[in-house]
């Protein structure tokens, strides 16, 4: 879900303008899955662009204060949610952890790092969500050293059902500050994609095992 459309479509139209999406309908991406893909997303250039950085930092923290209230610790998700974690963290005044992708298989042999303590309230930071996957397996490895989970929250979502579904069954709300269809408004209210290109864009969000170009 995201809470402000007006918002939403502001950082929808910096993600586009920076090209940290790129919609290519006729010359398809290709996942590591294998799936062909319309869009490409990496909101990790966000943070080459200081204005557009703060705006993002600013929208992830309004929207903790307003959906979940201050927590005691921020975590972001290794890697893309990890710088945008760190920035939300010092923009309110908050402790910071991360969640590595698997347990180091050296040292400690943490697969969270950072000080925290059991029982304290986490808010969790990615910067993109597909499927939900990795997202709710850093929520899982929170849980289990018993941090008690609020929500996550991220810069953008393709919002596949299956996304839905997996949160949903984690028990685990999410926000987003901008979403699949809302950058399909932008893209063509900024003359970035054709009607038809819209369409076919449009069509890859409900099955992209089934999309053709």
Known sequence: MILNEENALQV??????IKAIKLSPNDPFTWASGIKSPIYCDNRVT??????????????SECI???????????????????QGALVAEELGLPFIYIRSETKAHGMGNQIEGYYEEGQKVVVIEDLISTGGSSLK?????????????GLIAIFTYGFDL???NFANAECPYITL????????????NNLISTDELKSLEAWSKDPKKWKK
């Open 178 to 189: 901008t979403n699949y269809d809302i950058m399909l408004k932008s893209a063509l209210k």
């Open 47 to 60: 943070l080459s662009y200081p204005q557009i950085r703060t705006a993002i930092r600013q929208g992830y």
């Open 12 to 17: 929808a139209q910096y993600l586009l303008q």
């Open 163 to 165: 996304a839905h579904s």
């Open 138 to 150: 850093a929520i899982a490895a929170l849980r289990e050293v018993k941090l008690d989970v609020q």
């Open 65 to 83: 204060l307003d959906y979940f209230g201050k927590p005691d610790v921020i975590a972001g998700v290794a890697t893309g949610g990890i710088a």
